[in-house]
């Protein structure tokens, strides 16, 4: 388990509790705004991209739009 808190680019900070330290950086990355959800149709899922700070990104598959990181 991890544990993780952010300052969000708005002001204020956001905080949670992730299954491991990649789950934990990549939730950072999302509350930073600099995540993308997107909706792809042939799929019927959402899919995910997050830019690390090294500018590597990572993706993945969503059921929904906030299980990808979206508003």
Partial sequence: MA???TELPGGGFAMGEAPDE?????????????????????SGR?????VLDEG?????WA???DEGGGS
């Fill in 46 to 50: 959402f899919r995910w991209t997050v």
């Fill in 22 to 42: 990649a789950d934990a950086r990549l939730q950072i990355v999302r509350q930073q705004g600099r995540a993308s959800v997107t909706f792809h149709g042939r």
């Fill in 56 to 60: 590597k990104t990572s993706h993945g």
């Fill in 3 to 5: 544990f993780w808190m």
């Fill in 63 to 65: 059921d929904t739009e």
